[in-house]
């Protein structure tokens, strides 16, 4: 079945880097989008971008563009978001989330990580 | 940016009743991509209902969706105790998803 596990929670002081991996298995990872969702403690949610596990290719929430970095490797169906100039409103849980390409729907989710950004 | 706006922000009901929910956008939303989801304390969100009014695999037929343009509902027909969650709208259009801020669905 389709799997997507996430890597453990993190706890980050202001200003530094966090990069978050989203290992999928249960289905031919070149053939779905990989998004990135977070929810902040008792809030929504946030789309923050879309990865194209096949090439690559990028698109970004423009409240992140140009603290959002995600990447993928194909070789071990992984893929990765690296947020930095971290700051206390980025607390929050982080969820990978799948798309079959053009749905514009997230059919399956991971656990979610959360990242605690503290002093 | 279209921006989803639910509403109630909380409703209270008995197992049994029907509850509807509802999703309106700041602008029109092609129908194919308004979609629902569910959400329980502790869990990634659920996929419900996809392209309006599609159930996805393995929800029952008491949860439907409907509407069109700026207006959207989810409707449950008759509440099971597992149905109390929050429940988010989606949509997709230029470049960009977003999300409604939730309906939380609670025990009368």
């Known amino acids: 079945q389709v799997q997507l596990v996430q890597s453990g929670a993190e706890v980050k002081k202001p200003g530094a880097s966090v990069k978050l991996s989203c290992k999928a298995s249960?289905?031919?990872?070149?053939?779905?989008?990989m998004h990135w969702v977070r929810q902040a403690p008792g809030q929504g949610l946030e789309w923050m971008g879309i990865?194209?596990?096949?090439?690559?290719?990028?698109g970004y929430a423009q409240k992140f563009q140009g603290r959002v970095i995600m990447t993928r490797d194909t070789s071990t169906s992984t893929v990765y978001m690296e947020l930095s100039s971290l700051r206390s409103e980025d607390t929050a849980v982080y969820y990978c989330?799948?798309?079959?390409?053009?749905?514009?729907?997230?059919?399956?989710w991971g656990q979610g990580t959360l990242v605690t950004v503290s002093s | 940016e279209i921006v989803l706006t639910q509403s109630p922000g909380t409703l209270s009901l008995s197992p049994g009743e029907r509850a509807t929910l509802s999703c309106r956008a700041s602008?029109?939303?092609?129908?194919?991509?308004l979609v629902w989801y569910q959400q329980k304390p502790g869990q990634a969100p659920r996929l419900l209902i996809y392209?309006?009014?599609s159930r996805a695999t393995g929800i029952p037929d008491r949860f439907s969706g409907s509407g069109s343009g700026t207006d959207f509902t989810l409707t449950i027909s008759r509440l099971e105790p597992e149905d109390f969650a929050v429940y988010y709208c989606?949509?997709?259009?230029?470049?960009?998803?977003?999300f409604g801020q939730g309906t939380k669905l609670e025990i009368k």
């Open positions: 392209g309006a009014s």
């Open positions: 989606q949509q997709y259009g230029s470049s960009s998803y977003t």
């Open positions: 602008q029109s939303v092609s129908s194919s991509y």
């Open positions: 989330a799948r798309e079959l390409p053009d749905s514009c729907y997230f059919d399956d």
């Open positions: 990865i194209t596990p096949s090439g690559g290719n990028t």
């Open positions: 249960g289905y031919t990872f070149t053939s779905y989008y």
